[in-house]
Nanobody, 122 residues
């Protein structure tokens, strides 16, 4: 079992930046793909960014060029650096993990964190 704990959410003005962190424990987390999803009120959970077990990164088109995912295997932690934030980025952000690579399909994710809220004001 892999446990995921997110931190770093908050309130920020449009154009600002935030960095989310997700600490993983249990299992062999360095062999897992990690990722971030988000869910806005009344909307489905959507893929944001992923990083596979060997460091390959992939992004949703809506955040490409603004968000950067990274991981530090020595700390079993994955980060999401969010720059140039927009009001439409407002959502609860969830950390995700699956062996090797996280799918863009939320239904195929094996483990979830509890979520951290991000609010971007205009």
């Amino acid at each position: 079992q892999v446990q995921l704990v997110e931190s770093g959410g908050g309130l920020v003005q449009a154009g600002g930046s935030l960095r989310l962190s997700c600490a993983a424990s249990g299992g062999t987390s360095q062999n897992y793909g990690m990722g971030w999803f988000r869910q806005a009120p009344g909307k489905e959970r959507e893929f944001v960014a992923g990083i596979n077990w060997i460091g390959g990164r992939y992004y949703a088109d809506s955040v490409k060029g603004r968000f950067t995912i990274s991981r530090d295997n020595t700390k079993s932690t994955v980060y999401l650096q969010m720059n140039s934030l927009k009001p439409e980025d407002t959502a609860v952000y969830y950390c995700a993990a699956s062996p090797v690579s996280v799918s863009r399909n939320s239904k195929e994710v094996d483990y979830w964190g509890q979520g951290t809220e991000v609010t971007v004001s205009s």
